[in-house]
């Protein structure tokens, strides 16, 4: 990132997150890591007091907006295409490595914050520092630990282990270790403590409830004793409504929920982050890297089935994030991070601008930055993307990192022109086979 200079941004259209409708020829101040002026007092303030004049950059024609900030974004996942990968192909130094490498990505994506819930080995807290430091080019970022699960597990059956950790899970076992597991890991610096309330039992369909509302409700309380927030993996209206009722601060997934959840939630204050963009890939993109059509139609079911709850629980006021499950081989990083968005238009029937504030102002809560970054207001940070064309009209566009003209991240010009960030696998990083299927005698002669 280049030095912070006091800048203003002149004649462009200003989307500023809040909802309210665009505003032409709208200058924005910028001076150090704040916006400090916007529209009429923007220009004012360039002659106001014993401030050098601003450099001005001429964005007429151009859409100016807050930078994208992403719910729910696990970066140092390394994007693997199966949990064999992700638990077996994965060492410490190496993933924080890879972590480094690909945050880089997000930033160029136009995200300017992120939340990363839960990954690798810890190494969430320590990259947030380095890049907080100016070590790593980088968004913003908050970080969670391990996830914290049950003997049962998580989304990886059998790889789960008993107790102890492994990956990105941390696997408690007791009330006592529940208690511990969540004071070590706020010690050790994470930002949330993630509950992974539903896992995937072999040979039993779908994603079971694998925490008790008692349990739940030892982390909750634990942590929130400490200040430190609660969010939870839910695939399923009991685990949903058993969160909110613990007092889980924020809900991904909300699979399947009903109305008691729904109730708990408003009752309970939580947020929303459905996080359907990894359904919505594989759904509609599948058979181009090789998903079944079952896979397919579970994805579709379930982002239909969610959605009307999720879209009434908006229409009564809950808050609801735009995350993009980005870390995977469905979701890698520098591609889908405005996806999230793009689904609430075409599958929940909300208005590009209402969309764009779920991406932008509401990520604040994820961020615990709730009136600091978000929108384009006087006092903000100053994480702001200038592109051409206007995402009100079409949130597609926010796809199309061709069309970013500047970026600013904490008051700082982020070099949009340099090459995009490629490389090859480490060693041991990508898991080899011998063949991709069995060499049978009937397929050397049919």
């Known amino acids: 990132m280049s030095d912070m200079t006091r800048t203003l941004l002149q004649g462009g259209e200003v989307i500023d997150g809040t909802g309210a409708a665009p505003r032409p020829g709208t200058p924005v101040l910028i001076d150090g890591d704040r916006i ?8 004012a303030a360039t002659t106001a007091g014993e401030h050098e004049a601003p450099a001005v950059v001429d964005v007429a ?23 064999d990968e992700l638990f077996y192909h994965r060492e410490p130094a190496s993933a924080a490595l890879i972590a480094a490498f690909n945050v880089q990505k997000l930033l160029r994506a ?27 080019e980088g968004p913003t970022m908050r970080a969670g630990a391990w996830a914290l699960m049950t003997a049962v597990g998580g989304t990886a059956g059998r790889m789960i282990p008993d107790g102890g950790t492994a990956g990105y899970a941390e696997v408690v076992r007791t009330r006592d270790e529940m208690v511990l597991a969540t004071r070590r890991q706020i010690k050790n610096g994470a930002d949330v403590i993630k509950i992974h309330v539903t896992g995937s039992i072999p040979g039993r369909p779908g994603e079971l409830q694998v925490w008790t509302l008692e349990e739940l409700r030892v982390v909750c309380d ?11 993996h839910c695939r399923g209206a009991d685990a949903t409504r058993d969160s909110a009722l613990a007092g889980v601060d924020i809900i991904f997934h909300a699979s399947y929920m009903d109305e008691a959840a729904l109730e708990a939630i408003h009752a309970s204050g939580a947020a929303l982050c459905p996080v359907f963009t990894f359904l919505a890939n594989l759904a509609e993109h599948g058979p181009k890297v090789g998903a079944t059509s079952s896979a397919q139609d579970i994805f579709r079911s379930e982002m239909e089935q969610t959605g009307r709850m999720i879209r009434k ?6 808050p609801l994030l735009a995350g993009s499950e980005s870390g995977f081989s469905l979701t890698p990083y520098g591609h889908w991070h405005y996806r999230e968005m793009e689904i609430f238009v075409e599958h929940l029937g909300l208005s590009p601008l209402e969309a764009i504030t779920t ?4 990520g604040a809560i994820a961020m615990d930055e709730v009136g600091e970054v978000g929108t384009i207001e006087a006092g903000r940070r100053a994480d702001i993307l200038v592109l051409e064309g206007d995402p009100s009209s079409d949130i597609s566009i926010l796809g199309d990192r061709r069309r970013f003209r500047y970026l600013w991240a904490r008051g700082r010009s ?15 990083e990508k898991p080899s086979s011998w063949s991709a299927v069995p060499l ?5 002669h049919p």
């Not at 400090?36 to 220009?43: F, I, L």
């Not at 991406?359 to 509401?362: A, E, R």
């Open 359 to 362: 991406g932008t102002k509401n």
């Open 110 to 136: 136009g995200v300017t914050s992120f939340l990363d819930p839960d990954g690798l080995y810890n190494i969430g807290p320590a990259l947030r520092d380095a890049i907080a430091a100016g070590m790593v």
């Open 440 to 444: 049978t005698w009937d397929l050397v």
């Open 61 to 83: 024609g151009l859409t100016v907006m807050p930078g994208i900030i992403d719910s729910h974004c696990h970066v140092t996942l390394g994007e693997p295409a199966s949990n």
């Open 222 to 232: 634990t942590a929130h004793d400490l200040g430190v927030r609660v969010v939870a």
């Open 414 to 428: 982020i070099a949009l022109s340099r090459p995009w960030p490629e490389r090859r696998p480490l060693a041991g």
């Open 36 to 43: 400090v002026a916007v529209g009429e007092s923007a220009v």
């Open 313 to 318: 629980a908006y229409d009564e006021g809950v």
